[in-house]
Nanobody, 127 residues
Framework: QVQLVESGGGLVQLGGSLRLSCAAS????????MGWFRQAPGKEREFVAA????????FYADSVKGRFTISRDNAKNTVYLQMNSLKPEDTAVYYC????????????????????WGQGTQLTVSS
């Protein structure tokens, strides 16, 4: 069973950049498709980005496409979310998620398909 710990959140100004990290332990990281989700106050959790086991396939929500980049380092058991051109509407708690899969190129965009979640890290974008 994999454990996930997010880090890197904080307060950033409009237009700024930040990189989130999610460190995994307790499992074989390269077996897991990974994803980032976020939840703003009073709103439902929403999908942000996903990456396949190999890192060769990625998918993004329309709201972050072109601004956010998901990547992974299987040697470091870590998945990243580079966030650029941040907007106040990006303010949320960001969660990483993991799901074991046999398909190296599969990306998982649905929260219900993920079995493992981190505790979240807060991002606040000020205007």
């Amino acid at each position: 069973q994999v454990q996930l710990v997010e880090s890197g959140g904080g307060l950033v100004q409009l237009g700024g950049s930040l990189r989130l990290s999610c460190a995994a332990s307790g499992g074989t990281f390269s077996w897991y498709a990974m994803g980032w989700f976020r939840q703003a106050p009073g709103k439902e959790r929403e999908f942000v980005a996903a990456i396949s086991r190999s890192g060769g396939s990625t998918f993004y929500a329309d709201s972050v496409k072109g601004r956010f980049t998901i990547s992974r380092d299987n040697a470091k058991n870590t998945v990243y979310l580079q966030m650029n051109s941040l907007k106040p509407e990006d303010t949320a708690v960001y969660y990483c998620a993991a799901e074991v899969t046999t398909a190296r190129t599969r990306v998982v965009m649905t929260g219900a398909e993920y079995h493992y979640w981190g505790q979240g890290t807060q991002l606040t974008v000020s205007s």
